[in-house]
């Protein structure tokens, strides 16, 4: 059946069924939505974004790695030549090298493996409730499988390519030269600085992609909701049908005497100065959010506009319990009970949406599913009832005095740490009606928390593979740069023998360095560009391209790449030339 079809048999079962049982089916909808979409939500992009983050670290592995093999493999060029002149062929000998890079990443992996063990239980563990199936992750067959094929083909990535060129070169001159003097290639110093500045610019990558989210997190968690978080307990009630239903209907005057014993028990509480009723609670807290059609009418009470926004039942007291401020005409009142006139709130959204450019107070609202039209009497601020990345949608209010409902979420405003007072808060729950207790007893700070869980998460483990990669990466440099110097020794012996200073030493070290590193930070910056926008989804008031971001992270690169470059400098210019001209 088509999506389309479905959805409309759907509302035409809703429509059914709210005829038929009106008090427990009336002003419900039904919206079909993608399972997948519901199910995984965002997550599937963050988990995405989680496994790029591995994969550039394995890059920079596989660049440090083969960086190593290039050194070891001039370090070794006597070696192979021996065994060349001793009749190995170069096939035998670059299968030698291969076999000792593979041998050498399957014992990695093996150490990888049982540490990914650890790791894997500790995310079970402390990871994010809402990330999908989280309590189903375990090493299992697959996992060891996928962990020995990638060990193998890291082994031959890191390890191919240096041991071809090593068996490339003239062994036969390395044996006759008898390690006397030999240097480096060309190439081989080529190969190894273009893997150094890979390295830097995977890590720039990184930490751009690890630094935006940081700052679209901190955005979120400082994003305005509409209402104040601090010193506010959410609580829950779900009232039995046995008590309160009698028929097929909920009995508003029970339901209402109810809802006054518990308001008043609750406000009776030391430290309680307000408590406030709805029907959910925000950030996903929980509770019945029902999306419904409205239509503002026009001044004349006919037409006008149709709205989709989400139908709220409060008390009088939940505006001022949350602290949502009043932006036209007045709150609710006592006074608006089943016996006077049908009344409702809305916020600036759907007062943008429904009258544009007229006031909405005094005006009239047609609720689906109700005979007639509900008049305007306040206009209160938007409040985000999801996740604090999602923009306000436009919230219908009713008094709970005329529109009476079987689920009721409390908000109580307390004058000290509200996580103090929740156990006292459930005893007085059951105190009022033992039928009736409380559940979901949070702060609305542990709420907010709950909703960034899995974004702090995502944010937390990139930093870690950020800050992993930048350590390789300069330790990367840092190796590059010894061993030059370490090769070198002879020449800044003469150089120093015949004048020159140990700071232009140091310079000469530096400048070789310094091209390496802005080589990298330069490339690094242009592919954070594009990661950027590969993982906008995932940012929140923040650009791609945000320069501070972009700055800080050069900077984070650059200063201490630049001090992995100055301690081989330095040891350049303490080289004491008699001995370096002796070796």
């Known amino acids: 059946m088509p999506r389309r079809q479905a959805q409309e048999r759907l509302r035409q079962i809703c429509r059914g069924l709210a005829e038929a049982h009106p008090a427990s089916n009336k002003d419900w909808s039904v919206d079909l939505a993608d399972l997948k979409k519901s199910l995984v939500g965002d997550s599937e992009t963050q988990l995405l974004v989680l496994s790029g983050s591995v994969f550039f670290v394995l890059l920079i592995v596989c660049a440090n790695v083969a960086a190593l ?37 399957v014992l990695a992996a093996g150490l990888g493996t049982a540490l990914a063990a650890g790791a894997v239980s500790l995310i079970r563990e402390h990871g994010p409730r809402d990330l999908p199936r989280l309590e189903e992750i375990q090493m299992d067959a697959r996992a060891l499988l996928f962990a ?7 082994g031959l990535l890191s390890g191919v390519a240096p041991a071809a060129q090593s068996v490339g070169r003239d062994l036969q001159t390395g044996m006759r030269s008898g390690g006397r003097g ?29 630094a935006l989210l940081a ?3 901190w955005s979120l968690a400082h994003e305005d909701l509409g209402f104040r978080t601090d010193h506010l307990l959410t609580l829950f009630v779900s009232m039995p049908s046995t008590k309160f239903l009698v028929g097929d209907k909920y009995q508003g005057g029970k339901v209402e005497q109810y809802i006054d014993r518990l308001v008043t028990a609750l406000r009776s509480l030391p430290g309680v100065s307000n408590v406030g009723v709805g029907m959910y609670a925000p950030l996903s807290g929980g509770g019945y959010q029902i999306w419904q059609q409205f239509r ?16 709220q039942v409060v008390t009088p007291e939940y505006f001022a319990a949350l602290g949502v401020p009043l932006r036209r005409g007045r709150l609710f009142t006592s006074a608006d009970n089943s016996g006077s006139p049908a009344v409702v709130l809305i916020n600036e959204a759907f007062a943008r949406v429904g009258f544009v450019d007229t006031n909405p107070v005094g005006r009239l609202v047609m609720l689906e599913g109700e005979p007639k039209p509900r008049e305007i009497v306040g206009v209160v601020g938007n409040m985000k009832p999801g996740l604090p990345s999602e923009p306000a949608p436009p919230q219908v209010y009713l008094p709970e005095a005329q529109h009476p409902v079987p689920m009721l979420a409390l908000f109580l405003r307390t004058r000290q740490d509200p996580e103090l007072l929740a ?54 440099l840092y ?19 015949l004048g020159a200073g140990p700071a232009q030493v140091v310079a000469l070290v530096a400048r070789q360095g310094l091209a390496l590193v802005l080589a990298g930070v330069g490339g690094g910056l242009l592919g954070a560009i594009a990661l950027a926008k590969a993982m906008s989804s ?46």
Request: proline share 3%; aromatic share 6%.
């Open 479 to 497: 190796g590059v740069l010894a061993y030059s110097v370490a090769q070198r020794t002879q020449e800044f012996g003469v150089r120093l023998a």
């Open 69 to 105: 093999y290039v050194v070891r493999g001039t370090a070794r060029q006597r070696e192979l030549s021996i065994r060349a002149s001793l009749g190995a062929s170069r096939v035998r000998i670059l299968r030698q090298l291969v076999t000792e890079s593979a041998v050498i990443a």
């Open 423 to 476: 156990k006292a808060v459930q005893r007085r729950v059951l105190e009022v009606d033992a039928g009736v207790p409380a559940y979901r007893v949070r702060s609305a700070e542990e709420l907010v928390s709950r909703s960034l869980a899995t974004k702090r998460f995502v944010m937390q483990v990139m930093a870690g593979f950020a800050g992993l990669s930048v350590a390789l990466a300069l330790i990367g």
């Open 296 to 311: 503002a009418l026009s001044d004349q009470g006919r037409g006008g506009q149709s709205v989709n926004g989400i139908n």
């Open 538 to 583: 995932l940012l929140y008031r923040v650009s791609p391209r945000d320069p501070a971001v972009l700055t800080m992270v050069a900077a984070a690169v650059f200063i201490p790449a630049m001090l992995s470059c100055w301690i081989p400098a330095r040891r350049a210019a303490t080289v004491d030339p008699a001995v370096a001209l002796r070796e």
């Open 148 to 154: 020995a094929g990638l060990a193998l083909f890291v």
């Open 182 to 210: 030999m240097t480096e290639g060309s190439r081989s110093s080529r190969t190894r600085a273009a893997l150094v500045s890979a390295e830097v610019a995977l890590a720039v990558m990184l930490l751009s992609g690890s």
């Open 215 to 217: 700052k679209s997190f």
